[in-house]
DNA sequence: ACCCTCACCTGCACGC
DNA sequence: TGCGTGCAGGTGAGGG
């Protein structure tokens, strides 16, 4: 279930195995996945493509695809809808639980496999996603910035352009609560559930907080806070995740949590027991002697 | 524009 | 052992 540090490490990990491997042929077993694309539709734009590029916006994973010129049905005229469409993308959200794995020819296809890649070496590039909520699509290159879910994305947490100004004008126009505002993609790119934890935590600010009300001292903390937390997170899983073990993450960094799932433990600054409650379904971890309003 | 609830799914941990 | 409940790191739709 990753945030923005998981999906980097899944995008650098892609990166080392895949760059350059031509997908020879390709399946897609839940329909839902590529939807509203069929499955032979998406199936027949990625086959004879080469993969030349794995990068991330926000938790998407953006796979860049080259159609490289012996296409399969190289006997036949390309056929007009590819015309000026050379590159294209493949973007992916993983959502709750998708993941990558990298497939030897006789490692056995795991459950939930719901799309399979078979690279140009042999191996397999496998979708797994037990939950099924994660989305693959593809877009044309000039078509990538503008595609809904991508356009409407806050800048990248470690880029220009957010900046201690941008966040203070973001806070300054919503009543919302901190804790919803950075879950909010549009406004703050990268954090989920556990790093919103985490940033609030870090900033001595508590989740309830509403984001106009917060004085320019607090959200500067937290502008720090939000970049200190992902980018010790991403430093973090580089460490400490094989390649063995496929793409995946998050076996054991609950270690660096300092509030998420801590619930009746007590606070590492003052002792204070950590306290949880549930919103919308979703459970909020705080102390509340460091995070006062 | 916002807020809330539900929906999408499977699996796991828990209490009885 | 089984069964019911609640929970899971994400997001989008639909109603108010």
């Given amino acids: 279930m990753p945030e923005l540090p998981e999906v980097e490490h899944v995008v650098r990990a892609l990166r080392r195995v895949v760059m350059g491997r031509t997908i020879v042929a390709a399946e897609v077993k839940l329909p839902k996945l590529t939807s509203p694309d069929s499955p032979s539709k998406f199936v027949r734009q990625v086959r004879g ?110 880029e220009d352009g957010f900046n201690l100004a941008y966040l203070q004008a973001t806070l300054s126009r919503s009543q919302r609560t901190l804790k919803t505002l950075l879950l909010d993609q549009t406004k703050v790119l990268g954090l989920g559930n556990i790093y919103a934890a985490e940033a609030l935590f870090r900033a001595r600010i508590s989740p309830f907080a509403i984001a106009a009300r917060l004085s320019a001292k607090r959200s500067a903390r937290l502008h720090t806070a939000i970049q200190d937390v992902l980018k010790f997170a991403v430093a973090h899983i580089r460490g400490s995740i094989s390649l063995a073990e496929g793409f995946s993450y998050g076996a054991a960094f609950e270690t660096f949590w300092q509030v998420y799932d801590r619930e009746g433990e007590p606070c590492g600054r003052c002792g204070t027991r950590i306290r949880r409650i549930t919103h919308g379904g979703r459970s909020t971890y705080w102390c509340p002697r460091c995070q006062r309003r």
């Fill in 49 to 158: 493509s080469t993969i030349i590029g794995v990068s991330r916006r926000g938790k998407f994973i953006l796979i860049e695809l080259e159609r490289t010129a012996a296409s399969p049905q190289s006997g036949r005229k390309r056929s007009r809808k590819f015309d000026g469409v050379k590159n294209f993308v493949l973007v992916v959200h993983l959502r709750m639980t998708g993941k990558f794995l990298y497939l030897s020819p006789d490692d056995d296809l795991p459950k939930h496999a719901h799309a399979i890649f078979y690279l140009h070496n042999d191996k397999r590039l496998v979708f797994r996603d037990q939950r099924k909520f994660g989305v693959m699509k593809l877009v044309s290159i000039s078509r990538l910035k503008s595609t809904k879910g991508i356009s409407e994305l806050a800048p990248e947490p470690f």
